[in-house]
């Protein structure tokens, strides 16, 4: 199947053939990190995914007046600005997130993605089609972080939906007794690492 | 004279060793049985499903991974399945056997290649996993007693709890009955006596170095007489109260001899000894965990690879 | 005296029972012999002028010479007719020049061969003369010519003379025959080395295995002043010139030097036992004692055989092989060179040919390392077997080089003790010649 | 006021440290051309080294300073020398398509072997091992380093012992030729389906007969036929020159060692191939 | 000075940066492959670490707080980081071009290294003073170097292993690092600050 609709094209581009967690394997620190509850894994992918189309759309407006020298700082001091907004919002709005998240909020400013497709992506091309790169990229960034949240949640404390006791599901009952490996990170590392093997494995199968 | 047949022309040398990897494995496993022998008299028949289970899983995902029709292959996945068995608790719940050894033979050693290629101990692995992931069952004191039907006589002076949990535990077992093994602990790491009878067959069948073992044990007996809180009025028997109890004599004979993850060369082989005691006893000693062995067998594992890296022997007549 | 060991060896199992007890018989004189032109380290030789096709030669005549040092002539081993010049196979592999001699059947020595005269009265210079032109290389297999090593630089002073008699491959029991059966001789060689290089004493050293040996030796030597035997442990490779030299004088020979960088001299009984007829009766080297032995040999024999006889022939004056023969060898199990044909010709290094049946050939698969370290364990050098061939087999030859790959000098322990049955020695030999194709880049 | 703190505090900050990295990339820029980076995005980037250089990169270094032409990646084929020279602004040349073909087919039918051979499974290293088991010294011992080298895995050890290259998708980049240590690899265009000498040996014709049964025996039948004079004798090996060759068939006829084929008609090549790599595939897989 | 040592202690061995703190996991990945560029990694980082840390914990102190800008800190401090590693690369080359030569290719990579922000964040918010934030910095930066030159010793191992096709690369060495967080929790809870 091929798409020619360019923008279609970047927007699929970052959930599948270049996904920043399994193809790509950027933005791993956040990752591992924050994916002990799908919840936070969300929120996590969400907040990025704001600050990269932000971002990108920024960068991309100011493609032309920003000189190529000193792009890199000035891209970094944009999304470092929207990253501090997004903390701000965060810490008003979703505190128990925010907490969640800890200093891993912050650190998104150093996230590689960010960065990376404002390098290799935003400063070159138009608006639009920069803003359906942020998109994609955004979506699978996040699509990433549930995945593994997922398996993580689910064998780790045998829920989704935690760790808030009203939102919680069990799963397999009360007497279940979760593998709490998954919970630590210990866990995470096995757990993406087991992950991303399958997603090669399926990858090659389906020649993407 | 004339030749019909053809001949076998290969590089020299033309004979080899009638040993093999499933020779080297079939000793360790023979080496495994007055351990395993011991564990069933002290802990019961328990002892025993534990063990088959553990060893038909290992067995089993080992055939499954490779899609092998022979089970017992090499050997090795026995040894990993029986080695894992003598890390756990004498009846710990089917599920998490079952668990663990999988994980032993998938994370500890498959993903990284299967035999030769694993970094870590597999069955440490296991163990680590389930540790980390059901503790309860693991530490702590719910252990069952052992119930010796050959010791009989001893049963009332056991105590539940592992001789490492505390000084008054310790206390109350004495020295004999570590060494013979009528105490509380994992399967296989109760009786120093079967454990040694088992190092020795391997000593004599030249598997195993002296310097590992002899580098753990020593420094763990070193670090219990400096270190250990001298609860026996002799220091010395404080070190060996240290040697003695707890998963030591199983690590150092079994578990970091490990062929495939400790180093080859000598000098490599003592420092990973040592390495493995000091960190043992860091953990015991100063650490929130009763026990340290896994953990430090899996670090020395690691760094097996930088120690072998700094430790290439000077050639004959080099320098 | 038993002495210090050096370390690493294994204990393979030695099968000279097979023929210990055979004295040495002489093989019959053959109708027809091939001798290559390249039957020792250093340069090849030419075939001397006169010698072309249809000319007769005869027992002992000089047919080929090089002129470079390091070489050693080539004498006719029958009376007879050239018959052909060119390239034939050869036990090291390659084929090589060789010249074929059809026997006369008279068997007569050339007038040149006369005995040399009085020890005492030669000086060295006329005994490495004599040495050279008897065409006299070193027997235990790995033929340097013998006059090479009785010429030390200047500057080294050589004060010990080792007689290797360690004969530590298994199934060879040539060297232990000739210590039984000629000892007298190889004393006297040992002298004629010790005048030659005017060295101090002169030192034997037997594995503990040939107490006969032994013995006999002992009693020879008991009148001598600086002569003296050492009773060796057995062990596989004791007879390896760095080892044989560590256990007998306590000084280690330094990485890529030679023995005569600390002093010492080694040869093989069989060189000395050459040395003494060159001076004695003037008879240049062209016959050699070796074992035909091996569960495929019908009648395994300790032979004396002439140089440039072909295997075939000689296998057959030992009743032929069985059918279940699957290699064939020449030399030792642990160092010799399997043979595609058994149509080669004996050489000055042939110490032996073996026959193994398809019991003892190992046909199998090997299995990934499983850093066991016994080849770590086994190796006489102190080298990482594994680590070096695990550096060849994935191409990184610096790493190779680094591991002192260059050391190995081949003996074999680490294929033989390997549980996984890599092939140790020969990664180690591809990563060996990638590093010296390396340096001369 | 607090915006004025952090606006002037943040202005001065950020006005510092730009006006000092803007001094400071100035003295030290190290100029980067944009091309090398486009042009190294349309190359395979697979690093297989068969354009002479290093990498990908250094290809596009080299395309983009003129050094070697845009059609130098020979694995890209045709269409990547277009997209290259579309980078650059050029015409696009035209690029025959290559491919490897082996010249030896005497596989386990056909040639003995002297002995058994048990050790490293190495062609240079087997080969050097008493002058390879084979009996032939110039045939190929298909232990397999052309399919070691070949990147793009269009290589395997057929059934009978030789080495089965997929025409269909090899890009004749030429690095299984060099890794054959018997040089019994060439690279040849695709397009010409002539015929050729399957043989390689130069020895003489009672020697190859004795190791093989479909080697050249340098008997010139088949020079003497051709009605193009298109064969010559080189080395004890008929030689067929491709350009002459006008596929009339004689000297396959009259070749009584049965050594000259059409190249589509061999195994190791052509239609035949299809069923042998499937072969091979389903007794490896 | 007992806490100056535990701080050292614990970022070591008990909360390593990247295997407990999941910090700095992309140059983890991307450079353990080799054990000569994982040293030369481990050194940039363990310099930039400190300095950073040093220079933004003056900022912070003397300028951020006092003005009552704290909101700032995520600009300020990526932009001193960012600053500083360019700061260091033009140094470098000109007193000592050996150690640039050493150092140079890593300091780029250093910029997006969250290993370093991560220090300088947490140096802010756990309220250490000057030294203990520089001992912290130092502490953390040798965890994260620990951490490297394990993971290049083991990796260079595995280029010779035979590790399934779809393991190879960054799974396994994943799954590696999941091991070896596992072993570090041996020392789980060993001191407290």
Same mark, same amino acid.
């Given at each position: 199947?091929?798409v020619?609709?360019?923008?279609?094209q970047d927007?699929t581009?970052?959930?599948?053939?270049?996904n920043?967690t399994?193809?790509?394997l950027?933005g791993?620190c956040?990752l591992l990190?924050v994916t002990?509850?799908?919840?936070?894994?969300?929120?996590m992918g969400?907040a990025a995914?704001a600050?990269?189309?932000?971002s990108?759309?920024?960068i991309?407006?100011?493609r032309?007046f920003?000189?190529?020298q000193?792009?890199?700082p000035c891209?970094?001091?944009?999304?470092?600005?929207?990253?501090t907004?997004i903390?701000m919002?965060?810490?008003a709005?979703?505190?128990?997130?925010?907490?969640?998240?800890g200093?891993?909020?912050p650190?998104?400013?150093?996230?590689?993605?960010?960065l990376g497709r404002?390098?290799a992506?935003?400063?070159?091309?138009?608006v639009?089609?920069?803003?359906?790169?942020?998109?994609?990229?955004?979506?699978?960034?996040?699509?990433g972080l549930?995945?593994?949240a997922?398996?993580?949640?689910i064998?780790?404390?045998?829920?989704?939906?935690g760790?808030d006791?009203?939102?919680a599901?069990?799963?397999?009952?009360?007497?279940?007794?979760?593998?709490?490996?998954?919970a630590?990170?210990?866990?995470?590392?096995?757990?993406?690492?087991l992950?991303?093997g399958m997603?090669?494995?399926?990858f090659?199968r389906?020649?993407? | 004279?004339?030749?019909?047949?053809k001949?076998?022309?290969?590089?020299?040398p033309?004979?080899?060793?009638?040993?093999?990897v499933?020779?080297?494995m079939?000793?360790?496993l023979?080496?495994?049985?007055p351990?395993?022998?011991m564990?069933?008299?002290?802990?019961g028949?328990k002892?025993l499903v534990?063990?088959?289970?553990s060893i038909?899983?290992t067995?089993l995902?080992e055939?499954l991974?490779?899609?092998?029709?022979?089970?017992f292959?090499?050997?090795?996945?026995?040894?990993?399945?029986?080695?894992?068995?003598m890390?756990?608790p004498?009846?710990?719940?089917?599920?998490l /056997?079952v668990?663990?050894?999988?994980s032993?033979?998938?994370?500890?050693k498959?993903?990284?290649?299967?035999?030769?290629y694993?970094i870590?101990?597999? !069955?440490?692995?296991?163990? !680590?996993?389930?540790?980390?992931?059901w503790?309860?069952h693991?530490?702590?004191?719910?252990w069952?007693?052992?119930?010796?039907?050959?010791f009989g006589?001893d049963i009332?002076?056991v105590?539940?709890a592992?001789?490492?949990?505390?000084?008054?535990?310790?206390?109350?077992?004495?020295?004999t009955?570590?060494f013979?093994?009528n105490?509380a602990?994992?399967?296989g790491?109760?009786?120093?006596?079967?454990?040694?009878?088992?190092?020795?067959w391997?000593?004599?069948k030249?598997h195993i170095?002296?310097?590992?073992p002899g580098?753990?044990?020593?420094?763990?007996?070193v670090?219990?007489?400096l270190?250990g809180?001298g609860?026996?009025?002799?220091h010395?028997?404080t070190?060996l109260f240290?040697?003695?109890?707890g998963?030591v004599?199983?690590g150092?004979i079994?578990?970091?001899t490990d062929?495939?993850?400790?180093?080859?060369?000598h000098?490599?082989?003592?420092?990973?000894?040592i390495?493995?005691?000091?960190i043992?006893?860091?953990?015991?000693?100063w650490?929130t965990?009763?026990?340290?062995?896994?953990? !430090?067998?899996?670090?020395m594992?690691?760094i097996?690879?930088?120690?072998d890296?700094?430790?290439?022997?000077?050639?004959?007549?080099?320098? | 005296m038993?002495?210090?060991?050096?370390?690493?060896?294994?204990?393979?199992d030695?099968? +000279?029972?097979?023929?210990d007890?055979m004295a040495?018989?002489?093989?019959?004189?053959?109708?027809r012999?091939i001798?290559?032109l390249?039957q020792?380290?250093?340069?090849?030789c030419?075939?001397?002028e006169?010698?072309v096709?249809g000319?007769p030669v005869?027992?002992?005549?000089?047919?080929?010479?090089?002129s470079?040092f390091v070489?050693?002539?080539?004498?006719?081993?029958i009376?007879?007719?050239v018959?052909?010049?060119g390239p034939?196979s050869h036990?090291?592999?390659?084929p090589?020049?060789?010249i074929?001699?059809?026997?006369d059947g008279?068997?007569?020595?050339?007038?040149? /061969?006369k005995?040399?005269?009085e020890?005492e009265?030669?000086?060295p210079?006329?005994?490495?003369?004599?040495?050279?032109e008897?065409?006299?290389?070193g027997?235990?297999?790995?033929t340097?010519p013998?006059?090479?090593?009785?010429?030390?630089?200047?500057?080294?002073?050589?004060?010990i003379?080792?007689?290797n008699?360690a004969e530590?491959?298994p199934?060879l029991?040539?060297d232990?025959?000739?210590?039984?059966?000629?000892?007298?001789e190889?004393v006297f060689?040992?002298?004629?080395?010790?005048?030659?290089?005017?060295?101090?004493?002169?030192?034997?050293g037997?594995?503990?295995n040939k107490?006969?040996?032994?013995?006999?030796?002992?009693?020879?030597?008991?009148?001598e002043?600086?002569?003296s035997v050492?009773? *060796?442990?057995t062990?596989?490779?004791q007879?390896?010139e760095?080892?044989?030299?560590?256990?007998?004088?306590?000084r280690k020979?330094?990485?890529?030097?030679?023995?005569?960088d600390?002093?010492?001299v080694?040869?093989n009984?069989?060189?000395?036992?050459?040395?003494?007829?060159a001076?004695r009766?003037?008879?240049?080297?062209i016959?050699?004692?070796?074992?035909?032995?091996g569960?495929?040999?019908?009648r395994?024999?300790?032979?004396l055989?002439?140089?440039g006889t072909?295997?075939s022939?000689?296998?057959?004056s030992?009743?032929?092989l069985k059918?279940t023969?699957q290699?064939?060898?020449?030399g030792?199990?642990?160092?010799g060179?399997?043979?595609?044909s058994?149509d080669?010709?004996?050489?000055k290094?042939?110490?032996?040919?073996l026959?193994?049946?398809?019991?003892?050939v190992?046909?199998?698969?090997?299995?990934?390392?499983?850093?066991c370290a016994?080849?770590?364990?086994?190796?006489?050098?102190?080298?990482?077997p594994?680590?070096i061939?695990q550096?060849?087999?994935?191409?990184?030859?610096?790493q190779?080089? +680094?591991?002192?790959?260059?050391?190995?000098?081949?003996?074999?322990?680490c294929?033989?003790?390997?549980?996984?049955?890599?092939?140790?020695?020969q990664?180690?030999?591809i990563?060996?010649?990638e590093?010296i194709?390396? +340096?001369?880049? | 006021?607090l915006?004025?703190?952090a606006?002037?505090?943040?202005g001065?900050?950020?006005? *510092?440290f730009?006006l000092?990295l803007a001094?400071?990339a100035r003295?030290?820029?190290?100029?980067t051309?944009?091309r090398?980076?486009?042009v190294k995005?349309v190359?395979?980037?697979?690093?297989?080294?068969?354009c002479g250089?290093?990498?990908?990169v250094n290809?596009?270094?080299?395309?983009v300073?003129?050094e070697?032409a845009?059609?130098?990646?020979?694995p890209g084929? +045709?269409?990547?020398?277009?997209?290259v020279?579309?980078?650059l602004g050029q015409?696009v040349?035209e690029h025959?398509? *290559?491919?490897?073909?082996?010249?030896?087919?005497?596989?386990?039918g056909?040639?003995?072997?002297?002995f058994i051979y048990?050790?490293?499974?190495?062609?240079?290293?087997?080969?050097?091992?008493?002058?390879?088991f084979?009996?032939?010294?110039?045939?190929?011992?298909g232990?397999g380093?052309?399919?070691r080298?070949?990147?793009f895995?269009?290589?395997?050890?057929?059934?009978?012992g030789l080495?089965?290259?997929d025409?269909?998708?090899c890009?004749?980049c030429?690095?299984c030729?060099k890794?054959?240590p018997?040089?019994?690899?060439k690279?040849?265009?695709l397009?010409d389906d002539g015929?050729?000498?399957?043989?390689?040996s130069?020895?003489?014709?009672k020697?190859?007969?004795?190791?093989c049964?479909?080697?050249?025996?340098?008997?010139?039948?088949c020079?003497?036929?051709?009605?193009q004079?298109?064969?010559?004798?080189?080395d004890?090996l008929?030689?067929?020159?491709l350009?002459?060759?006008n596929?009339?068939?004689?000297?396959?006829?009259?070749?009584p060692a049965?050594?000259?084929?059409?190249?589509?008609?061999?195994?190791?090549?052509?239609?035949?191939?299809?069923?042998?790599?499937?072969?091979?595939?389903?007794?490896?897989? | 000075?007992?806490?100056?040592?535990?701080?050292?202690?614990?970022y070591?061995?008990v909360d390593?940066f990247?295997f407990?703190?999941?910090?700095?996991?992309c140059?983890?990945?991307?450079?353990?492959?080799?054990?000569e560029?994982?040293i030369?990694?481990?050194?940039?980082?363990v310099f930039?670490m400190?300095?950073?840390?040093?220079?933004?914990?003056?900022?912070?102190?003397?300028v951020?707080?006092?003005?009552?800008?704290?909101?700032?800190?995520?600009?300020?401090?990526?932009?001193?980081?960012?600053?500083?590693?360019?700061?260091?690369?033009i140094i470098?080359?000109?007193?000592?071009?050996?150690l640039?030569?050493?150092l140079?290719?890593?300091l780029?990579?250093i910029?997006?290294?969250?290993a370093v922000?991560?220090?300088v964040l947490? !140096?802010v918010?756990?309220e250490?003073?000057?030294?203990?934030s520089?001992i912290f910095?130092?502490a953390?930066?040798?965890?994260f170097?620990?951490?490297?030159?394990?993971?290049?010793?083991?990796?260079e191992?595995?280029?010779?292993a035979?590790?399934?096709?779809?393991?190879?690369?960054?799974?396994?060495?994943?799954?590696?690092?999941g091991?070896?967080?596992l072993?570090?929790l041996?020392?789980?809870?060993m001191?407290?600050?």
């Amino acid at each position: 199947m091929k798409v020619n609709n360019p923008y279609l094209q970047d927007l699929t581009q970052g959930i599948v053939k270049e996904n920043p967690t399994f193809r790509l394997l950027l933005g791993m620190c956040p990752l591992l990190g924050v994916t002990a509850y799908i919840v936070n894994g969300l929120g996590m992918g969400l907040a990025a995914t704001a600050v990269l189309i932000a971002s990108n759309l920024v960068i991309s407006m100011l493609r032309n007046f920003i000189p190529p020298q000193v792009r890199i700082p000035c891209f970094i001091v944009i999304i470092a600005t929207f990253v501090t907004i997004i903390e701000m919002v965060l810490q008003a709005f979703q505190p128990v997130l925010y907490e969640a998240l800890g200093v891993f909020v912050p650190l998104i400013v150093v996230n590689c993605i960010i960065l990376g497709r404002a390098e290799a992506f935003a400063s070159k091309k138009p608006v639009l089609r920069s803003l359906s790169d942020g998109i994609g990229m955004g979506i699978g960034f996040t699509l990433g972080l549930v995945i593994l949240a997922t398996v993580r949640e689910i064998i780790g404390q045998g829920t989704i939906f935690g760790p808030d006791p009203e939102s919680a599901i069990h799963l397999f009952g009360a007497n279940y007794e979760p593998m709490a490996l998954f919970a630590q990170p210990a866990g995470a590392f096995i757990a993406l690492g087991l992950l991303l093997g399958m997603v090669n494995v399926i990858f090659k199968r389906f020649n993407i | 004279m004339k030749m019909d047949k053809k001949m076998v022309v290969s590089s020299s040398p033309h004979i080899r060793t009638t040993e093999s990897v499933q020779s080297v494995m079939t000793d360790v496993l023979i080496a495994l049985f007055p351990v395993a022998l011991m564990a069933v008299l002290l802990f019961g028949y328990k002892a025993l499903v534990t063990m088959a289970i553990s060893i038909a899983t290992t067995m089993l995902v080992e055939a499954l991974w490779l899609r092998k029709r022979d089970v017992f292959s090499d050997g090795s996945a026995a040894v990993t399945g029986l080695l894992f068995a003598m890390v756990l608790p004498p009846a710990p719940p089917w599920w998490l /056997v079952v668990v663990g050894a999988a994980s032993a033979i998938i994370i500890g050693k498959q993903v990284f290649g299967g035999i030769g290629y694993n970094i870590f101990n597999p !069955a440490l692995v296991g163990r !680590a996993i389930v540790v980390m992931s059901w503790g309860g069952h693991l530490v702590g004191r719910i252990w069952s007693a052992p119930q010796p039907f050959i010791f009989g006589a001893d049963i009332s002076a056991v105590t539940t709890a592992t001789p490492l949990a505390g000084h008054e535990e310790a206390l109350a077992v004495s020295l004999t009955q570590l060494f013979i093994g009528n105490t509380a602990g994992c399967l296989g790491e109760t009786s120093a006596l079967a454990l040694l009878i088992g190092g020795i067959w391997l000593f004599y069948k030249g598997h195993i170095d002296w310097r590992i073992p002899g580098g753990y044990i020593g420094t763990v007996f070193v670090m219990g007489i400096l270190f250990g809180g001298g609860f026996y009025d002799n220091h010395l028997l404080t070190g060996l109260f240290y040697v003695m109890a707890g998963g030591v004599m199983l690590g150092a004979i079994f578990m970091a001899t490990d062929m495939v993850t400790s180093p080859i060369t000598h000098k490599g082989k003592l420092i990973f000894g040592i390495g493995c005691g000091l960190i043992t006893m860091l953990i015991r000693i100063w650490g929130t965990m009763p026990e340290g062995v896994t953990f !430090a067998i899996l670090i020395m594992n690691a760094i097996t690879p930088i120690i072998d890296r700094f430790t290439v022997p000077q050639q004959f007549g080099g320098g | 005296m038993s002495n210090t060991v050096f370390k690493g060896g294994v204990h393979p199992d030695y099968h +000279k029972e097979m023929t210990d007890s055979m004295a040495v018989t002489e093989m019959k004189v053959p109708e027809r012999v091939i001798i290559p032109l390249q039957q020792h380290i250093g340069a090849p030789c030419e075939p001397l002028e006169a010698i072309v096709v249809g000319v007769p030669v005869k027992k002992g005549q000089k047919i080929g010479e090089s002129s470079g040092f390091v070489s050693a002539p080539i004498h006719a081993s029958i009376s007879g007719i050239v018959t052909a010049i060119g390239p034939y196979s050869h036990p090291l592999g390659r084929p090589v020049q060789a010249i074929t001699i059809e026997s006369d059947g008279e068997d007569l020595w050339d007038d040149q /061969v006369k005995p040399a005269g009085e020890l005492e009265k030669l000086k060295p210079e006329e005994i490495r003369k004599i040495v050279r032109e008897a065409g006299i290389v070193g027997l235990g297999g790995a033929t340097f010519p013998a006059h090479v090593k009785l010429s030390p630089p200047a500057d080294k002073k050589i004060d010990i003379v080792i007689i290797n008699g360690a004969e530590c491959e298994p199934y060879l029991t040539a060297d232990h025959r000739v210590m039984l059966e000629k000892p007298e001789e190889i004393v006297f060689g040992l002298k004629v080395m010790i005048k030659a290089l005017g060295a101090e004493k002169g030192v034997i050293g037997i594995e503990d295995n040939k107490d006969d040996a032994i013995r006999v030796m002992e009693q020879i030597i008991s009148e001598e002043e600086n002569i003296s035997v050492i009773r *060796l442990h057995t062990k596989y490779p004791q007879g390896a010139e760095k080892m044989l030299i560590q256990v007998a004088t306590g000084r280690k020979v330094p990485a890529g030097g030679l023995p005569l960088d600390i002093g010492v001299v080694n040869h093989n009984v069989g060189t000395a036992v050459a040395i003494t007829n060159a001076l004695r009766e003037g008879k240049p080297l062209i016959e050699r004692v070796l074992t035909v032995t091996g569960a495929g040999v019908n009648r395994p024999a300790n032979l004396l055989v002439r140089v440039g006889t072909l295997v075939s022939e000689v296998l057959e004056s030992c009743g032929g092989l069985k059918d279940t023969t699957q290699k064939l060898i020449i030399g030792g199990p642990m160092m010799g060179l399997a043979q595609p044909s058994p149509d080669v010709p004996v050489i000055k290094g042939t110490s032996g040919i073996l026959a193994l049946t398809d019991q003892d050939v190992y046909l199998a698969e090997s299995s990934p390392c499983i850093r066991c370290a016994k080849c770590v364990d086994a190796c006489p050098v102190q080298l990482l077997p594994t680590a070096i061939a695990q550096a060849a087999e994935h191409e990184l030859f610096k790493q190779a080089e +680094k591991l002192h790959a260059a050391d190995c000098f081949e003996c074999g322990c680490c294929s033989y003790v390997c549980p996984s049955k890599i092939l140790l020695t020969q990664w180690i030999r591809i990563a060996k010649a990638e590093i010296i194709k390396a +340096k001369k880049r | 006021m607090l915006i004025l703190y952090a606006i002037a505090t943040l202005g001065l900050i950020g006005l *510092l440290f730009g006006l000092f990295l803007a001094i400071v990339a100035r003295v030290f820029t190290v100029e980067t051309d944009p091309r090398v980076e486009a042009v190294k995005e349309v190359l395979p980037n697979v690093n297989c080294g068969a354009c002479g250089y290093a990498g990908c990169v250094n290809f596009a270094e080299a395309v983009v300073h003129g050094e070697t032409a845009s059609n130098g990646c020979i694995p890209g084929g +045709k269409d990547t020398a277009k997209a290259v020279a579309e980078v650059l602004g050029q015409e696009v040349t035209e690029h025959t398509p *290559l491919v490897a073909t082996l010249f030896c087919i005497g596989d386990y039918g056909k040639t003995a072997d002297r002995f058994i051979y048990e050790g490293i499974e190495d062609c240079a290293v087997a080969g050097d091992f008493n002058g390879g088991f084979k009996a032939c010294s110039y045939g190929c011992l298909g232990l397999g380093n052309c399919v070691r080298a070949c990147p793009f895995e269009v290589i395997r050890i057929g059934l009978h012992g030789l080495p089965v290259i997929d025409r269909e998708k090899c890009s004749g980049c030429g690095l299984c030729a060099k890794a054959c240590p018997r040089l019994l690899i060439k690279i040849l265009p695709l397009s010409d389906d002539g015929h050729l000498v399957f043989c390689s040996s130069q020895d003489r014709g009672k020697t190859v007969s004795k190791a093989c049964k479909v080697g050249c025996i340098a008997c010139k039948a088949c020079v003497k036929v051709c009605p193009q004079e298109a064969i010559v004798m080189e080395d004890n090996l008929a030689v067929i020159d491709l350009a002459k060759c006008n596929d009339c068939g004689e000297c396959v006829l009259k070749c009584p060692a049965n050594t000259i084929h059409k190249r589509s008609a061999i195994p190791s090549e052509g239609a035949a191939l299809a069923a042998i790599a499937e072969e091979v595939v389903s007794e490896t897989a | 000075m007992e806490k100056l040592l535990s701080i050292i202690f614990i970022y070591i061995l008990v909360d390593n940066f990247v295997f407990q703190r999941f910090f700095g996991i992309c140059p983890f990945l991307g450079v353990s492959r080799k054990m000569e560029t994982a040293i030369g990694m481990s050194m940039a980082v363990v310099f930039v670490m400190t300095l950073a840390t040093l220079a933004t914990w003056l900022i912070y102190t003397f300028v951020l707080v006092p003005f009552n800008l704290s909101y700032l800190q995520i600009v300020t401090f990526i932009l001193v980081i960012a600053s500083l590693v360019q700061l260091v690369e033009i140094i470098l080359r000109k007193i000592s071009p050996t150690l640039y030569q050493g150092l140079g290719i890593f300091l780029p990579l250093i910029t997006t290294n969250c290993a370093v922000m991560a220090v300088v964040l947490l !140096a802010v918010r756990q309220e250490f003073s000057l030294l203990e934030s520089v001992i912290f910095a130092l502490a953390a930066s040798l965890g994260f170097s620990m951490a490297l030159v394990i993971m290049a010793g083991i990796r260079e191992r595995q280029e010779l292993a035979k590790i399934p096709a779809a393991l190879k690369g960054s799974a396994v060495t994943l799954i590696t690092a999941g091991i070896l967080s596992l072993a570090f929790l041996g020392f789980k809870g060993m001191l407290t600050l």
